[in-house]
């Protein structure tokens, strides 16, 4: 595949071009495996995990990343599962930096060594988002399902700042730990990191068949807005912080992926090209493989990523909605596990008949729901003891 410079390639752009849905993809989610230690109970990966005979072999990830810079791509997110179980993550990593891809490292950091962060600072790694689940060791432990995974993300932190890498913390929040946020702002600063991610739980997949355990309530979501606006300017200038609420809660639904196969993709580690990392919790749609066809062909006619672009297919109210071409009707994956119907109104939108009925239902669980996990695993899940 192409060894093309970064100057030759196509400007990637946010905004599509006059009566297009889409532009060029800026940033690709790259799913190398779904293997993983941990066994987070919102984990993104689907039910379904992919078997790890399954995977893209070295060379057809090799080509893929090709295929990303000739179609414009600027940034590769190296993911999982754990990025970190694949032997050969330094030859992508390598090779994205070859065909003039920023790359970006997204880990648990359990399996991380000091010389691996090295060897991956020297392939051309530009950044590495590590994901904490508390800041409290015991707790952090008990939420990944892995014991001793919380001092190891500590010493990865270090290796990271140390090989001269960008360091983004990355906090999943939910019912069960959003009571340690402010531990966990001064624990990213202590860090040395220049980015704070705190994202509120968003119920598909894992986390919608543990949402009885997670959902927060709604005088935790009031606190945490507050410690957000408090954090962001105390440490302006050495922290940024981005900020999810949580669905249930909002009147608006979030502007999800940017809109469906409008920016950017995320690969599975079987190869199937998909707009956003939940979109295979969808029945009935067929997404298409990079082992049969070109990105190129997939970002333009893969019927499932065609199906929900634009603003065409909206059904009442978004249709005649002034915030359609903000939100682009939020979220298709919530859409279809609350209402079976991924052309639904996303129900985060207060104008969703089925809204006030999911506020209910984050209210009553958020109150009454259990705190006992399933833990995400390739068997479908465990509960724990
Ligand atoms: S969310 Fe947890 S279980 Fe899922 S891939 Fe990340 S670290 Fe592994
Ligand atoms: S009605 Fe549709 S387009 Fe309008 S705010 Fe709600 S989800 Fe967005």
Same mark, same amino acid.
């Given at each position: 595949?192409?060894?093309?410079?970064?100057?030759?390639?196509?400007?990637?752009?946010?905004?599509?071009?006059? =009566?297009?849905?889409? =532009?060029?993809?800026?940033?690709?989610?790259?799913?190398?495996?779904?293997?993983?230690?941990?066994?987070?109970?919102?984990?993104?990966?689907?039910?379904?995990?992919?078997?790890?005979?399954?995977?893209?072999?070295?060379?057809?990830?090799?080509?893929?990343?090709?295929?990303?810079?000739?179609? *414009?791509?600027?940034?590769?997110?190296?993911?999982? =599962?754990?990025?970190?179980?694949?032997?050969?993550? *330094?030859?992508?990593?390598?090779?994205?930096?070859?065909?003039?891809?920023?790359?970006?490292?997204? &880990?648990?950091?359990?399996?991380?060594?000091?010389?691996?962060?090295?060897?991956?600072?020297?392939?051309?790694?530009?950044?590495?988002?590590?994901? %904490?689940?508390?800041?409290?060791?015991?707790?952090?432990?008990?939420?990944?399902?892995?014991?001793?995974?919380?001092?190891?993300?500590?010493?990865?932190?270090?290796?990271?700042?140390?090989?001269?890498? /960008?360091?983004?913390?990355?906090?999943?929040?939910?019912?069960?730990?959003?009571?340690?946020?402010?531990?966990?702002?001064?624990?990213?600063?202590?860090?040395?990191?220049?980015?704070?991610?705190?994202?509120?739980?968003?119920?598909?997949?894992?986390?919608?068949?543990?949402?009885?355990?997670?959902?927060?309530?709604? /005088?935790?979501?009031?606190?945490?807005?507050?410690?957000?606006?408090?954090?962001?300017?105390? %440490?302006?200038?050495?922290?940024?912080?981005?900020?999810?609420?949580?669905?249930?809660?909002?009147?608006?639904?979030?502007?999800?992926? *940017?809109?469906?196969?409008?920016?950017?993709?995320?690969?599975?580690?079987?190869?199937?090209?998909?707009?956003?990392?939940?979109?295979? &919790?969808?029945? *009935?749609?067929?997404?298409?493989?990079?082992?049969?066809?070109?990105?190129?062909?997939?970002?333009?006619?893969?019927?499932?990523?065609?199906?929900?672009?634009?603003?065409?297919?909206?059904?009442?109210?978004?249709?005649?909605?002034?915030?359609?071409?903000?939100? %682009?009707?939020?979220?298709?994956?919530?859409?279809?596990?609350?209402? =079976?119907?991924?052309?639904?109104?996303?129900?985060?939108?207060?104008?969703?008949?089925?809204?006030?009925?999911?506020?209910?239902?984050?209210?009553?669980?958020?109150?009454?729901?259990?705190?006992?996990?399933?833990?995400?695993?390739? &068997?479908?899940?465990?509960?724990? /003891?």
């Amino acid at each position: 595949m192409s060894e093309t410079a970064a100057a030759e390639r196509p400007a990637a752009s946010l905004s599509p071009e006059a =009566g297009r849905t889409h =532009g060029l993809p800026v940033a690709v989610l790259a799913e190398l495996t779904h293997r993983c230690p941990l066994q987070c109970p919102y984990c993104s990966n689907p039910l379904e995990l992919d078997r790890p005979k399954d995977e893209l072999s070295t060379a057809e990830w090799q080509r893929v990343l090709g295929e990303m810079a000739d179609l *414009g791509v600027l940034q590769v997110h190296f993911s999982g =599962g754990e990025p970190v179980v694949r032997r050969d993550l *330094g030859d992508l990593v390598r090779r994205a930096s070859e065909v003039g891809l920023y790359s970006n490292l997204i &880990t648990s950091a359990v399996g991380l060594t000091r010389d691996r962060v090295f060897a991956l600072a020297d392939a051309g790694l530009a950044h590495v988002q590590i994901s %904490f689940q508390a800041s409290d060791a015991a707790l952090a432990n008990r939420i990944g399902g892995y014991r001793h995974g919380h001092a190891q993300k500590h010493l990865a932190a270090g290796w990271v700042r140390e090989a001269g890498l /960008a360091l983004t913390v990355n906090a999943v929040m939910h019912r069960q730990n959003l009571h340690e946020l402010p531990q966990i702002v001064d624990m990213a600063v202590t860090l040395g990191a220049q980015r704070l991610e705190v994202a509120n739980v968003q119920y598909y997949g894992w986390a919608l068949k543990n949402r009885a355990a997670l959902m927060p309530t709604r /005088a935790q979501v009031a606190e945490c807005d507050r410690v957000v606006e408090e954090a962001r300017e105390r %440490f302006r200038g050495v922290l940024t912080i981005d900020y999810v609420t949580p669905d249930y809660y909002a009147d608006r639904p979030k502007t999800c992926m *940017g809109g469906w196969g409008r920016q950017v993709f995320n690969i599975s580690p079987s190869g199937k090209v998909l707009p956003c990392h939940a979109a295979e &919790t969808i029945t *009935g749609l067929h997404f298409d493989s990079v082992r049969d066809h070109s990105l190129g062909w997939i970002w333009e006619h893969s019927p499932a990523l065609n199906r929900y672009r634009g603003t065409d297919w909206m059904p009442a109210p978004c249709r005649s909605c002034a915030h359609k071409d903000e939100d %682009f009707g939020g979220c298709r994956c919530q859409a279809f596990a609350l209402t =079976g119907d991924a052309a639904a109104t996303d129900p985060a939108c207060a104008l969703s008949p089925r809204h006030a009925a999911i506020f209910r239902t984050a209210e009553v669980e958020a109150e009454t729901g259990t705190t006992r996990f399933i833990y995400r695993n390739p &068997t479908g899940g465990t509960a724990e /003891a």
